[in-house]
């Protein structure tokens, strides 16, 4: 009997020790609702340590995403653990801040979930005010240019570019344009058909049709003349009223035109002599173009003074 009595009174103080030596974790929060951008507190406590190691989440990294740490203070003495974070929600809507689990040596202990409902108090009305007036400054130019400086330089780069690109498509549009270039380009043209014996071959009706069509698109493009829209005699006559093309020239070009119309419609055949002299005399008139346009030039210089000389003095 004795003995069963001691066994009860040694089992109750057992039971008794383990709720007087065991940790007591408390948690807090000091608010459950939230303005947009308010800051809450939200507590941890551990009591009766009794110099067990403490392991929890590290600082700020405690509450979950949405939760903005303002502040995260960890307090630890020999019996006691506290921990203080401060914490704002930018978002409107219900969150919960889950159990937390926190390690005392073997022991593992969980605090308990709280829910945050995060509310929008501005009002579509409310006036807003700065909390600090603001403030003059005198800026100097060199402020002025280390506020701009990108904007201006950027402005300059463009504007070249701008430049660069008009300079680049006038000069070379005018290069392709220039008399020089389209004489350089005929010439050629006329070496191509050289190389094909055609007056060798005696294709006479092939050598004329293509000789003429080189010419056709010389005049047409060095003189302005719609050469290749007319027929022989229409072009023949708009030659001499435009004066655009010397006495020369002209006669060269009407004698070989109307000599290919009458080659091809079989009205005659040349010789190889007679074709010979004819591209020798197209190439020349291509080379001679030159100074027509020249001449040309001069006419509309002079006409440009004469007119403004009548109107100043009418």
């Known amino acids: 009997m004795p003995y069963r009595i001691f066994k009860i009174f040694f089992s109750l103080f057992i039971f008794i020790s383990s709720f007087s030596f065991g940790q007591t974790l408390s948690s807090n929060l000091d608010k459950t609702t939230l303005a947009l951008g308010e800051v809450a ?72 979930p709280y829910e945050v409902e995060v509310i929008n108090t501005a009002k579509k009305d409310d006036q807003i005010n700065d909390i600090m007036k603001n403030k003059e400054v005198d800026l100097n130019v060199k402020d002025y240019w280390d506020l701009y400086k990108f904007y201006v330089l950027l402005a300059l780069l463009i504007i070249a570019i701008i430049v660069l690109i008009y300079g680049i498509i006038k000069w070379g549009r005018k290069r392709k344009d220039s008399p ?48 290749d829209v007319l027929l022989t005699d229409d072009l023949i006559v708009y030659m001499k009223q435009t004066n655009a093309i010397s006495p020369e020239n002209e006669k060269v070009v009407e004698d070989i035109f109307l000599r290919g119309d009458l080659v091809k419609f079989a009205k005659t055949i040349p010789n190889q002599e007679i074709m010979n002299q004819d591209f020798a005399e197209i190439r020349a008139f291509v080379k001679r173009s030159t100074k027509d346009i020249e001449a040309e030039n001069l006419r509309n210089v002079n006409n440009g003074d004469q007119e403004n000389y009548r109107v100043k003095n009418p």
């Open 41 to 112: 507190i939200f507590k941890i406590q551990i009591l009766d340590l009794n110099g067990k190691q403490v392991q929890a989440a590290p600082r700020n990294e405690m509450l979950p995403f949405h939760f903005e740490m303002v502040n995260d203070s960890i307090a630890v003495q020999k019996d006691v653990y506290l921990r203080s974070i401060k914490f704002a929600v930018f978002q409107e809507g219900k969150f919960t801040i889950p159990e937390i689990e926190i390690r005392v040596g073997d022991q593992i202990l969980k605090t308990i």
């Open 180 to 227: 020089a270039v389209t004489t350089n380009q005929t010439l050629k043209d006329l070496d191509k058909l050289k190389k094909k014996n055609y007056i060798e071959d005696q294709n006479f009706r092939a050598f004329y049709v293509e000789l003429i069509e080189i010419s056709r698109a010389f005049i047409t493009k060095q003189y302005q003349i719609p050469a």
